[in-house]
């Protein structure tokens, strides 16, 4: 089960880490990645990371967002700075050993239950 945490919110300009703890996996995911959902909208894909590193954004959040992960690779982090309004939703965490390492084999992985984000 993947847990988020760290939403919150955050005025415009400002910044936010959001938290996903994997440690109950018992073996690493090849592939992590986090979506967000805004009320009458399809979830979307965020940002994606791999287990060497590589990672992947959505155009609307490259530059202001960064995914990263613990040296244990069982904590995913999404740093969120100069927030919009339009990063408003509620964001979830996911997990799969899927190659590539992209938002589609991402969708049917493991999930968290989210954590709503609210930029003001």
């Known amino acids: 089960q993947l847990v988020e945490s760290g939403g919150g919110s955050v005025k415009t300009g400002g910044s936010l880490r959001l938290s996903c703890d994997a440690s109950?996996?018992?073996?690493?995911?090849?592939?992590m990645g986090w979506f967000r959902q805004a009320p009458g909208w399809e979830r979307e894909g965020v940002a994606s990371?791999?287990?060497?590193?590589?990672?992947n954004y959505a155009d609307s959040v490259k530059g202001r967002f960064t995914i990263s992960q613990n040296n244990d690779k069982n904590i995913l982090y999404l740093q969120m700075n100069t927030p919009q309004p339009d990063d408003t939703a509620t964001y979830y965490c996911?997990?799969?050993?899927?190659?590539?390492?992209?938002?589609?084999?991402?969708?049917?992985?493991?999930w968290g239950r989210g954590t709503q984000v609210t930029v003001s």
């Open positions: 996911a997990a799969h050993n899927v190659y590539p390492c992209d938002f589609e084999g991402l969708k049917s992985g493991c």
């Open positions: 109950w996996f018992t073996y690493s995911s090849y592939c």
């Open positions: 990371i791999d287990i060497g590193g590589s990672t």
